[in-house]
């Protein structure tokens, strides 16, 4: 099996499951406690949480606030809807679906355009009672970065708050710019289950899951320190590996466009993350495709929207065709793919789709 859909979530690093291991019940049987417990079990659980908020927070810009949540999804939905009521909320048309149909749901959304190559400039109006402008950093369909730094200083003139999804851009390039930032831990090889929202100091959100006023009143219900500590392992590595997975992934994409030379890519060949290629071949089967190459894992779009039988909101947006859309497949790679297992999928990819004429 060959794994290459690190845009849907990347396997768990060593590092990050030993970390979680001391705080399911650890080697003595004292890692189980409530981190909002007083006794002794409850403060070294507590400890473990603030330890992990420390490295989690090192890979954000200074000035800020961690809070934790159960997932990216949940830390936007507290940025967009705990932000502020009223206004409009501009997002790219790009945007995942946590931001785009939270903003819909709200009744306030403004869809902010991209050019073909898959980037939202600040060349364009946003409403006048704009309250909240989203712009995710690095796009994870196509891999596209967004100049995110243009976008804050364009939320700034318009008195507006600037929130960016950051799950595919925290622990790969530095994340900056932004009055709040949303993460996942999963897809920097934490766990499954855990995310975070920074928030830049002086922003006030109003708590939007009520029930206990943990996490400094902004996110009710039991933190689960195993979690959180992978979490934390898993930032400190990918901060200490930056450069070197970023060296690796460079390396693997120059041969991947070697290996699939005569796909076209979908998105900005420059401005972009090198571990996320979008491609399409005019005509092909993608159902097909995936169906003869199962010993190959990799996407034909967001894993959140697989099930759902449309062409890609992504690509429809850069100007793809329904047909173009469903032509595309998405490949990831990163920290634990291998030159050699890139090959071999290429060459399984290619043949499977050379056997059906495209």
Known sequence: MI???????TPLAPEARDAM??????PDGTGFGNPHSPHKFGRMAAAAVEAARDKVAALFPPGGRVIFTGSATEALNLAIR??????????????????????????????????KEGQCNTAQDVPNDVRLIAVMQVNNEIGTIQPTIDWHRKAKANNALFLIDAVQAYGKIEVTGADMIAVSAHKLHGPKGVGALWVRDGIALEEQITGGGQE???????????????????????????????????ALCGRARE??????????????????????????????????????????????????????????????SDK?????????????????????AAQIINAAAGDQGV
């Open 82 to 115: 705990g932000s502020g009521k009223g206004g409009s909320v501009s997002v790219s048309a790009i945007e995942h679906a946590a931001v785009l149909d939270t903003a819909e749901a709200l009744g306030t959304a403004h869809i902010l355009n991209v050019s």
């Open 216 to 250: 400094a009143g902004l996110r009710s219900g039991t933190l689960s320190p195993a979690l959180i500590a992978g979490f934390g392992a898993a930032a400190a590595l990918a901060k200490e590996r930056m450069e070197a997975d970023a060296a690796h992934v460079e």
């Open 259 to 320: 290996l699939f030379a005569d796909w076209t890519l979908n998105g900005s060949e420059d401005a972009r993350w090198h571990g996320n290629l979008n491609l399409r071949k005019d005509g092909l089967d993608v159902n097909r495709l995936m169906s003869e190459c199962r010993n190959v894992m990799f996407s034909a779009g967001s894993a959140c929207a697989s099930g759902s039988g449309r062409p890609s909101h992504v690509l429809k947006a850069i100007g793809l």
């Open 324 to 344: 173009q859309a469903k032509s595309s497949i998405r490949l990831g790679f990163g920290r634990y793919t291998t030159l050699e297992q890139l090959e071999v």
């Open 3 to 9: 794994y290459l859909d690190y845009q849907a979530t």
């Open 21 to 26: 291991l001391r705080w399911l019940d650890g």
